[in-house]
T-cell receptor
Framework: QKEVEQNSGPLSVPEGAIASLNCTYS??????FFWYRQYSGKSPELIMF????GDKEDGRFTAQLNKASQYVSLLIRDSQPSDSATYLC??????????FGTGTSLTVIP | DAGVIQSPRHEVTEMGQEVTLRCKPI?????LFWYRQTMMRGLELLIY????????DSGMPEDRFSAKMPNASFSTLKIQPSEPRDSAVYFC?????????????FGPGTRLTVL
């Protein structure tokens, strides 16, 4: 059974702070890693993905991957109230099997 | 493009009834996925198709669930007979290529309630 683990939260941060979301995965064969954002009552939408160890930045978002530790994180700088949502970590192996974590609920307090 | 289209958006039915959920993927996308989302288990992959062919149905919970994709623009997920534990939001998603390299585009979901 392949597992993707996330802290369910809720995680609360003040507006303008850095939000740090974490995800661990069990299968060392995992190849690509995705972060999706899901607003309440809506469908998931992709924020960013990462394949290689290290950091990948896209605007206020930075994904960090450490394959040795089987750990991927998402940092949100200058958090805004509009960032309040559930963040889903997803892991893909060879082929097209895709595993999602249960998500971390983030609240940004104005 | 209108994105992935799902119908109905909400379905309330009684235990034992047949339920059919429908999905129209984005034109040109050759992978289609069916997911189920609950608070307890999160987002679970049920089955996915490549070029209308079912590739992996290992996530389908039991024989009461079946899925078809008769053509590139239409797929159904059927539950017969339905049970209260099937209550969840069911998402359909499509992608233009291999999942590991491409974003999955999700439909708005169907909220199923089985009484």
């Amino acid at each position: 059974q392949k597992e993707v683990e996330q802290n369910s939260g809720p995680l609360s941060v003040p507006e303008g702070a850095i939000a740090s979301l974490n995800c661990t995965y069990s299968d060392r064969g995992s190849q690509s890693f995705f972060w999706y954002r899901q607003y309440s009552g809506k469908s998931p939408e992709l924020i960013m993905f990462i394949y290689s160890n290290g950091d990948k930045e896209d605007g206020r978002f930075t994904a960090q991957l450490n394959k040795a530790s089987q750990y991927v994180s998402l940092l949100i700088r200058d958090s805004q109230p509009s960032d309040s949502a559930t963040y889903l970590c997803a892991v893909n192996e060879y082929g097209n099997q895709f595993y999602f974590g249960t998500g971390t609920s983030l609240t940004v307090i104005p | 493009d209108a994105g992935v289209i799902q119908s109905p958006r909400h379905e309330v039915t009684e235990m034992g009834q047949e339920v059919t959920l429908r999905c129209k993927p984005i034109s040109g996308h050759d992978y289609l996925f069916w997911y189920r989302q609950t608070m307890m288990r999160g987002l679970e992959l049920l089955i996915y198709f490549n070029n209308n062919v079912p590739i992996d149905d290992s996530g389908m919970p039991e024989d009461r669930f079946s899925a078809k994709m008769p053509n590139a623009s239409f797929s159904t997920l059927k539950i017969q007979p339905s049970e209260p534990r099937d209550s969840a939001v069911y998402f359909c998603a499509s992608t233009p290529g291999a999942v590991g390299k491409n974003e999955q585009f999700f439909g708005p979901g169907t909220r199923l309630t089985v009484l």
